[in-house]
């Protein structure tokens, strides 16, 4: 996810030539058996970020929402932060997957929350203001992790955050690819030390893009690295994840936000949006990110096949 994307208000006049206003009609689609009940209630217009999982999450919702009957517009693939939000915010589209830590970190300018409850009803409560709901979150948390080499993690029996600090402080040599940005962030690296109570030396760690942890680590041209929880590459390359078992980093739990509008209009959506929220662990959606990256299966096939698989679609 980008997470440090600026927050800007300016593009909502961009929007407004593009991007049709819920509610009117347009490419819309509904079931026929539903199109008399839902005549004169507003078009839900699905929006959603550009990358993989935003994707796949945005192309589910409206998916399953056209085959539950509802008047849908597909605009997934919208734009990121600085593009989504305000179209949500200004009525250009009535529904979006958002992360908790991305609103109360980058709109709400909020310290960290390390507490998936605590953030989440933070940032709901916020946006009840706004009339933007945010429905239940998934189990699915896109937030940093620490990875290692499958051999390295099997050799010094590393399977949380702890056991790699204990070896360090042993005088262990390993090499970590971090990331500049994480370096200086207020909850990265030095906060990770201090929950921790140990420092990572400085001469092992090597400040690289964020994805370039995934391919040096493949390379075994490092022992350690930066991951994001649900990056398909971390299955792919055989890597693995430890467990941050001091809960060092900030919560991005993903949940879907809905216009108080639409929600007002169909009440049944939430219990049916908390069907397909609670299937998305961090293992499902990297399997399902990684049918896309990896398998290069399309986003809409993906989508389908997971939706008729769990019964949610036929």
């Known amino acids: 996810m980008n997470k440090m994307v600026k927050y800007g208000l300016a593009v909502v ?33 699905v929006g959603s970020k550009t990358f993989t999982e935003a994707l796949l999450l945005g192309t589910m919702t409206y998916q399953y929402l056209q085959s539950l009957g509802y008047p849908v517009e597909n605009k997934v693939g919208l734009g990121e932060l600085a593009v989504i939000r305000p179209a949500l915010e200004s009525k250009q589209i009535g529904a979006y997957w958002e992360y908790t830590g991305t609103v109360l970190i980058n709109v709400m300018k909020h310290d960290p929350s390390f507490d ?10 916020w946006d009840a203001k706004n009339n933007i709901i945010w429905l239940d979150y998934a189990p699915l948390n896109d937030t940093y992790a620490i990875m290692a080499r499958k051999d ?39 906060h990770l030390e201090t929950v921790y109570g140990s420092k990572y030396p400085r001469d092992l760690c090597v400040n690289a893009a964020l994805n370039i942890s995934y391919e040096a680590l493949k390379a075994s041209q490092a022992e350690i ?6 990056d398909a590459r971390i299955k792919a390359y055989g890597l693995v994840t430890l467990t941050d078992d001091k809960k060092a980093f900030p919560v991005y739990n993903a949940a879907p936000l809905f216009r108080k509008e639409i929600i007002d209009a169909y009440p049944q959506i939430p219990e049916q949006m908390k069907k397909l929220s609670s299937l998305l ?4 959606i990297m399997e399902l990110n990684k049918a896309v990256d990896i398998d290069k299966k399309s986003v809409e096939e993906v989508s ?10 036929k």
Not at 225 to 230: E, I, M, N
């Open 225 to 230: 690295g930066l991951a994001f929880t649900t």
């Open 116 to 125: 998936e409850k605590e953030s989440y009803n933070l940032v709901k409560e």
């Open 281 to 284: 662990d961090n293992d499902t």
């Open 13 to 45: 006049l961009i929007l407004a030539l593009t991007v049709g206003i819920v509610g009117c009609g347009g490419s819309s689609q509904s079931n026929s058996s539903t199109t008399a009940k839902n005549e004169n209630k507003p078009t839900i217009v």
């Open 304 to 313: 389908k096949e997971f939706l008729t698989k769990k019964g949610l679609i």
């Open 152 to 190: 390295v993690a099997d050799k010094y029996n590393l399977k949380s955050v702890s056991d790699l600090f204990a070896q360090i402080n042993k005088g262990e040599k390993l090499k970590f690819i971090t990331a500049q940005e994480y370096v200086e962030r207020p909850d990265g690296l030095t």
